[in-house]
């Protein structure tokens, strides 16, 4: 695991970063400082201790710790991913402001650029993350900013993360960054360039499936805007929900590491499968990517989707025979799930918009658990062996 500008392993500072001195009372964690308000000192306004301002111990502690985790001047934990989504694009845009998009996108990011965003006379164009030399043509005088993510979903891409940064900066566009998928464990966009690094601490972050919470990390300045205008928004996380946070982020380090190397096994095992008719991973040689992400990245993570021969049909077979995954949408928890994305996460898209990003109605997509490796391959390869010939689709 590469050493990050601290000089410390993201294993260190996601256990001690930004913790308690004087520890209170002695304690080893982080106490839940279930209180509205704390006494004033004269603060500015925005640094009142309150929850809602994002200003408690608990709040504080978890800034400096993803702050560390990321290589960032400073952090901020809110309620959601999407808390953390929104509240960064409308810190950095205004009213008839444009923005460059790539064009596969979380679908709740998605939704926020198409049916809220026109309504403050701001707009987007889509633009093609793999292709540089088109993107000046979507340039306008209004545009802004840049906003990609790491690796889409269900797809596992990887934009031409380099050529945002080197392009944003020319035309003076402020970049931003979903990181969700990828984790600051493998890959931390600050380093490179990136002005605002967004994550879902609902997924690999808190790591057990059991909050909702999000976060921005990145620039001082930038991070403070974000900051006021969810002081006045109320996108602030409960202390009890930070505290759970924190005890995810001690092991995340560990969980993504073990997720990394789970999948890239049963990434390997299923392209072998004649069942299996395309793998997506970037941890294959054959991801279109790869390179990228092995240059990039220091893993290439939890997270794949792959086809079977038979089509739907056996797409259902074989979630339906599956033993250890749960059928459930999310990812990044200690439970391997299981998910066909045309049925559950996409299903909100046209037939014709999902074609279009490459989203096929039999398209399965996997979310890696802590589960024993060799249990999740086992199981894999009961299901795949239990479909009937004529719907595995196999010329064996």
């Known amino acids: 695991m590469k050493m990050k500008k601290t000089g410390r392993s993201p294993s260190t500072d996601a256990v001690h970063a930004g913790q308690q001195e004087p520890r209170p009372e002695g304690a080893i964690v982080t106490p839940i400082y279930q209180t509205a308000n704390y006494l004033l000192r004269g603060e500015d306004y925005h640094d009142i201790g309150y929850i809602r301002l994002s200003t408690t111990p608990n709040h504080r502690v978890l800034g400096k710790r993803i702050a560390a985790l990321e290589g960032t001047e400073a952090a901020l934990v809110l309620a959601s991913g999407m808390a953390a989504i929104s509240g960064s694009l409308l810190t950095v845009l205004s009213s008839g402001d444009h923005v460059l998009v790539q064009d596969t996108l979380y679908g709740g990011t998605a939704s926020f650029l198409q049916q809220d965003l026109p309504r403050f006379r701001i ?56 990181n969700t998928f990828a984790s600051p464990v493998n890959f931390r966009p600050a380093e490179i360039g990136f002005d605002l690094v967004l994550e879902s601490c609902t997924k690999y972050m808190n790591g057990h499936s059991d909050i909702v919470a999000g976060s921005v990390a990145g620039r001082a300045d930038l991070v403070r805007r974000v900051k006021v205008l969810h002081d006045h928004l109320g996108g602030s996380l409960d202390p009890h929900a930070a505290f759970l946070l924190e005890r995810g982020l001690k092991t995340l380090s560990v969980r993504v590491r073990q997720q990394n190397a789970s999948a890239g096994r049963l990434a390997v095992l299923l392209e072998a499968h004649p069942a299996v008719s395309v793998v997506h991973y970037p941890g294959l040689e054959s991801h279109a990517h790869h390179a990228r992400a092995a240059r990039l990245f220091d893993g290439f993570g939890g997270m794949m989707s792959f086809e079977l021969a038979g089509g739907v049909d056996a797409a259902e077979a074989f979630i339906a025979a599956l033993t250890i995954p749960t059928v459930a949408a999310s990812l990044g928890g200690p439970e391997s799930l299981v998910v066909r994305p045309a049925a559950a996460i996409h299903a909100g898209m046209s037939a014709e918009e999902r074609a279009k990003a490459g989203i096929r109605d039999a398209l399965i997509r996997f979310s890696t658990g802590l589960e024993g490796t060799d249990d999740l391959a086992a199981d894999l390869n009961r299901a795949l062996a239990s479909l009937p010939r004529a719907v595995a689709g196999s010329t064996a």
């Open 123 to 178: 707009e987007h164009s889509v633009i093609d993350p793999q292709d540089p030399s088109s993107w000046a043509a979507q340039l306008r005088p209004t545009t802004r900013a840049m906003y990609v993510e790491t690796l889409t979903n269900p797809l596992v891409q990887v934009a031409d993360l380099e050529a945002v940064v080197a392009f944003a900066r020319e035309h003076g566009l402020v970049t931003l960054i979903d």
